[in-house]
C-alpha cells in the first residue's frame, strides 16, 4: 500500500516557477513508477509526466516537454515536478500516482488506468 500527499501548490504569475512535491508513505516507494497528472475544470484527467523506478527514464507530455522536470529521492520517498515558464493554460488541479512495478525499473506510464495509487491533488493556478 502507498499513500500520496501532494503539497507545493498555489497561486503564481504567468512566467514563474513552482515546484511540486509528492510525498509517498510506504515501502514499496522504491519499486514505484510514478506519474504526475492534472485536471483543469470541465476537462478530463491528463497526463503530464512519468519517471522511472529507477529514475532514469522520464516522460512528459508535449504541452509541458522542455518546462516541466520530473525527479525523484528515493531515499525521501518523494516525487518532484518542477514547473517553469508557468502559463495561464497549466492552470489545473495536479495529481501524483503511484504503480507498483518491481521487476520493472525502467517503466514509466503514461495512461491514468495503470496508475495504483494517487494522492488528493494540489491547486495550480497560474493568472495571465
Known amino acids: 500500500q502507498v499513500q500520496l500527499v501532494e503539497s507545493g501548490g498555489g497561486l503564481v504569475q504567468a512566467g514563474d516557477s513552482m515546484r511540486l512535491s509528492c510525498a509517498a508513505s510506504?515501502?514499496?516507494?522504491?519499486?514505484?513508477?510514478m506519474g504526475w497528472f492534472r485536471q483543469a475544470p470541465g476537462k478530463e484527467r491528463e497526463f503530464v509526466a512519468a519517471?522511472?523506478?529507477?529514475?532514469?527514464?522520464?516522460d512528459y507530455a508535449d504541452s509541458v516537454k522542455g518546462r516541466f522536470t520530473i525527479s525523484r529521492d528515493n531515499a525521501l520517498n518523494t516525487v518532484y515536478l518542477q514547473m517553469n515558464s508557468l502559463k495561464s493554460e497549466d492552470t489545473a488541479v495536479y495529481y501524483c500516482?503511484?504503480?507498483?512495478?518491481?521487476?520493472?525499473?525502467?517503466?514509466?506510464?503514461?495512461?491514468?488506468?495503470?496508475?495504483?495509487?494517487w494522492g488528493q491533488g494540489t491547486q495550480v493556478t497560474v493568472s495571465s
Open positions: 519517471i522511472s523506478w529507477n529514475g532514469i527514464r522520464t
Open positions: 500516482a503511484a504503480k507498483y512495478v518491481p521487476s520493472s525499473p525502467y517503466l514509466t506510464a503514461y495512461f491514468s488506468q495503470m496508475y495504483d495509487y
Open positions: 510506504g515501502r514499496t516507494f522504491s519499486r514505484c513508477a
